[in-house]
């Protein structure tokens, strides 16, 4: 976790690429995106930067993926 608050530092000093999206923002629309995620709906464009954020946290790329997992049964 350590390391990944150092990257979102470092990305607000540096600028980021695209949207910025926190863990807080993504827990809040983590259902929502995985729902269009498993319909093949642009969940991206629904919430832009949370696949960013899903692959730079791990802890929120787990939650995702574990839930992901219980909805596709």
Same mark, same amino acid.
């Given at each position: 976790?350590?390391?990944?608050?150092?990257?979102?530092?470092?990305?607000?000093?540096? $600028?980021?690429?695209?949207?910025?999206?926190? =863990?807080? &923002? +993504?827990? @809040? /629309?983590?259902?929502?995106?995985?729902? %269009?995620?498993?319909?093949?709906?642009?969940?991206?464009?629904?919430?832009? $930067?949370?696949?960013?954020?899903?692959?730079? =946290?791990? &802890? +929120?790329? @787990? /939650?995702?993926?574990?839930?992901?997992? %219980?909805?596709?049964?």
């Amino acid at each position: 976790m350590a390391e990944h608050a150092a990257r979102e530092r470092l990305e607000k000093m540096l $600028g980021s690429s695209g949207p910025d999206i926190g =863990c807080e &923002a +993504c827990f @809040e /629309e983590l259902d929502r995106y995985v729902e %269009l995620d498993l319909r093949r709906a642009d969940a991206e464009r629904a919430v832009p $930067g949370m696949r960013r954020h899903l692959e730079d =946290c791990p &802890a +929120c790329g @787990e /939650e995702y993926e574990s839930l992901r997992a %219980l909805l596709e049964g």
